[in-house]
């Protein structure tokens, strides 16, 4: 029989002292939800098929994506105010504290996304200045989560065998969200060092995000295939490994098209233009296993009875940033056959949105997730015995 998802059961109390201590629990893992959003708003706009009344459901879904960030600013930077020794304890917590990179990533997706379909509303003036404001905060935030979160990783937190997650990547992907995410400022600067200076940043920090994320990736594959999964609502984080794979083609193709506008010289330009193809197609083919393998294990612990949680999220941006890239693809070969996979992986991304957002929006009203945040102890994975269930006794 399955488990009863948690934005089934009765409400919270609704006493004002309690909702305020329920208030506090949100951490950073909330943050994905602006993540989900935003590239909801992100994809739609680079999508490479025109959609009529795609550019103003972008907008509005944009607008959504910006007043969350806003709302999660108060509450999360004023819980740390208020109660900074209970903040604290998430980044103790050896699986809330990797998803402090998904401030950083919420900023600059918003950023993004000011300067993509922000600016019918706002003006292009306002929507540069704001992307600015949002991609360097989120940029110095990614960095120091790059660092910090694996830092705490070999010096503090206990790591068991079995547990390496998705979330793991999540603080070292903002950097590669800042290549991708830098590479749309870029024509908005004076050619010259400045200009130049920002697109090999951009892509310093490509490698950086690339280089550690395959290791982690390996480190997912490699527990995989040893321990299995967990078989709770951990399993959606398998999600998260499109994020960097996703995003490093989208950046691929977004800093070869920025080069080409004169930031470096025409044989360097055309360099990375092709590098943006002979690097993202391959990575595409492999972005495309990940998703069946996901789909697969996602499938499998449903109709085992995997509770709704906020780890649903990640079924939503690591998605956007597969269709984003896939967009760059279709924009650099041509290829009609790219057009067709980025509207198809649009359409899932939406699904899936929508499915989410409601199921967060009931949870949260009823108050089943707004709970401490998930227990320091490890979380076991673990494999089915197939003798056992070829014989049940």
Request: glycine share 10%.
């Amino acid at each position: 029989m399955a488990t009863p998802s948690p934005d089934d059961a009765p409400p919270l109390p609704n006493e004002s002292h309690t909702r305020v201590e329920v208030l506090g629990n949100i951490g950073p893992n909330w943050f994905a939800s602006v993540m989900g959003t935003g590239i909801v708003a992100i994809a739609g706009a680079t999508l490479p098929v025109h959609v009529p009344g795609l550019r103003g459901f972008t907008s509005g879904v944009w607008v959504l994506a910006a007043a969350l960030l806003a709302m999660l600013i108060v509450l999360v930077g004023g819980h740390w105010l208020r109660n900074p020794t209970v903040a604290r304890t998430h980044a103790r917590n050896p699986q809330m504290a990797h998803f402090y990179g998904a401030a950083p990533m919420a900023l600059m997706t918003v950023g993004a996304g000011a300067v993509l379909v922000g600016k019918d509303l706002i003006g292009q003036r306002i929507a540069v200045d704001l992307d600015w404001v949002l991609w360097t905060a989120g940029t110095v935030g990614g960095l120091f989560t790059a660092v910090s979160i694996p830092f705490l990783m070999f010096t503090q937190l206990r790591v068991e065998p079995d547990a390496a997650f998705g979330g793991w990547l999540m603080p070292v992907v903002p950097p590669m969200v800042s290549a991708a995410t830098g590479a749309l400022l870029l024509p908005h600067m004076p050619p010259g060092t400045g200009r130049e200076t920002m697109l090999y940043g951009c892509y310093a920090m490509f490698g950086l995000s690339l280089i550690a994320s395959l290791n982690i990736i390996a480190m997912i594959w490699s527990r995989l295939v040893l321990y299995g999964t967990s078989g709770s609502a951990r399993v959606p984080t398998l999600w998260i490994v499109l994020g960097p794979l996703g995003q490093s083609i989208t950046a691929a193709g977004l800093l070869a098209t920025a080069a080409a506008t004169g930031a470096v010289g025409h044989q360097l330009a055309e360099a990375m233009d092709d590098f943006a193809v002979i690097f993202g197609v391959p990575v595409w083919g492999f972005a495309v296993l990940w998703i069946a393998l996901a789909t697969s294990l996602t499938v499998r612990t449903l109709r085992r009875g995997m509770p709704f949680a906020l780890t649903w999220w990640s079924l939503t941006f690591p998605v956007g940033t597969f269709v984003t890239g896939t967009s760059q693809l279709a924009a650099h070969t041509h290829l009609p056959a790219f057009k067709v996979a980025a509207a198809v992986a649009y359409v899932g991304l939406l699904l899936t949105w929508v499915l989410v957002t409601v199921r967060t929006a009931r949870g949260s009203l009823r108050g089943n997730l707004l709970t401490l945040p998930p227990s320091s102890a490890p979380v076991k994975a673990r494999k089915e015995d197939p003798i056992a269930r070829a014989h049940p006794v």
